[in-house]
């Protein structure tokens, strides 16, 4: 598990490197994520790499999300840092004894859960192609048939098995929504990893190109999200920041979707400003 989890570390900084391009060459990337424990997830990584519709979505939606919108990328690397977070979150709640509701309600296994998640993860702004108010409503239509496309190629799973993940996914998708409240515990990590790719300026809030606000000076403030065990929790979230100013994410927008996720009392979130010019005015901010 704890090579997992370090691998995992590498490849969200990594994605968190990668340039967001509108450009042919995002077709070429690839989506990571560590899977060589789980082979049924490894097979649906493979099928959406191949799958050039999807590619061509990510690409939409973020013409609409950053050319046009000027918002920040809700594209292929927004997808791959949200689908890294979503599988380290569930292994570790996995590690805390916390079932997923796939297994609890319908008998699956704890590997078909991680695929709800990075399936949802991949899925759940495809809707911005469209437009981006209630666009987790617009997602399932241009989510379903490419559910049905990559999941056809997996062997493992007939009607049933494949009827039933592609609920639980559309169902993440449409809880994602702010003010929806996620059924699943995949939904809810879904949810939450959505939020948590905030740092180096890439929180999901809409900034204003050039304003100074709370909004944008606190995007800025983050500097990393740490994961880890947690200690009388099953996770520990830690935002790292240089500047107090980030708390505002933390506080205010972070919690909003941490409260309505149903995760809350598997998580520990703190906050620490470890910039060494700033005058710390508190040591650690705890949720
Ligand atoms: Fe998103």
């Given amino acids: 598990?704890?090579?997992?989890?370090?691998?995992?570390?590498?490849?969200?900084?990594?994605?968190?490197?990668?340039?967001?391009?509108?450009?042919?060459?995002?077709?070429?990337?690839?989506?990571?994520?560590?899977?060589?424990?789980?082979?049924?997830?490894?097979?649906?990584?493979?099928?959406?790499?191949?799958?050039?519709?999807?590619?061509?979505?990510?690409?939409?939606?973020?013409?609409?999300?950053v050319d046009r919108l000027g918002i920040s990328d809700h594209g292929r690397v927004h997808v791959q840092i949200v689908a890294n977070v979503a599988l380290r979150l569930l292994r570790l709640l996995v590690e805390g004894g916390v079932q997923p509701s796939v297994v609890r309600h319908h008998g699956l296994e704890d590997a078909d859960a991680e695929v709800i998640v990075f399936l949802a993860s991949m899925l759940h702004d495809v809707?911005?192609?469209?437009?981006?108010?209630?666009?987790?409503?617009?997602?399932?239509?241009?989510?379903?048939?490419?559910?049905?496309?990559?999941l056809a190629q997996i062997p493992d799973y007939d009607v049933e098995r494949t009827t039933i993940i592609s609920s639980e996914v559309l169902h993440a998708i449409v809880?994602?929504?702010?003010?929806?409240?996620?059924?699943?515990?995949?939904?809810?990590?879904?949810?939450?990893?959505?939020?948590?790719?905030?740092?180096?300026?890439?929180?999901?809030?809409?900034?204003?190109?050039?304003?100074?606000?709370?909004?944008?000076?606190?995007?800025?403030?983050?500097?990393?999200?740490?994961?880890?065990?947690?200690?009388?929790?099953?996770?520990?979230?830690?935002?790292?920041?240089?500047?107090?100013?980030?708390?505002?994410?933390?506080g205010e927008l972070l919690k909003g979707k941490l409260d309505n996720s149903g995760l809350a009392e598997h998580l520990e979130v703190v906050a620490n400003v470890q910039a060494e010019a700033e005058k710390r005015l508190i040591p650690l901010f705890r949720l």
């Fill in 127 to 150: 809707g911005i192609a469209i437009h981006r108010d209630r666009h987790e409503e617009l997602s399932p239509i241009l989510a379903a048939p490419r559910l049905s496309a990559i």
């Fill in 1 to 65: 598990m704890n090579d997992l989890i370090e691998n995992n570390t590498k490849i969200i900084t990594e994605a968190l490197t990668d340039p967001v391009q509108t450009d042919g060459r995002q077709a070429e990337a690839l989506i990571r994520v560590p899977c060589r424990h789980n082979p049924r997830l490894q097979s649906v990584v493979d099928a959406v790499n191949e799958d050039r519709a999807l590619h061509a979505l990510w690409r939409c939606a973020n013409i609409n999300a």
């Fill in 175 to 250: 809880a994602h929504a702010r003010d929806a409240q996620p059924l699943t515990l995949e939904a809810g990590i879904v949810k939450v990893s959505d939020a948590l790719d905030m740092a180096k300026g890439r929180s999901r809030i809409p900034l204003e190109c050039g304003k100074v606000n709370i909004h944008s000076i606190s995007a800025a403030a983050v500097e990393r999200v740490v994961i880890t065990r947690g200690d009388g929790k099953p996770v520990r979230v830690e935002v790292q920041m240089n500047n107090s100013a980030g708390i505002f994410q933390v």
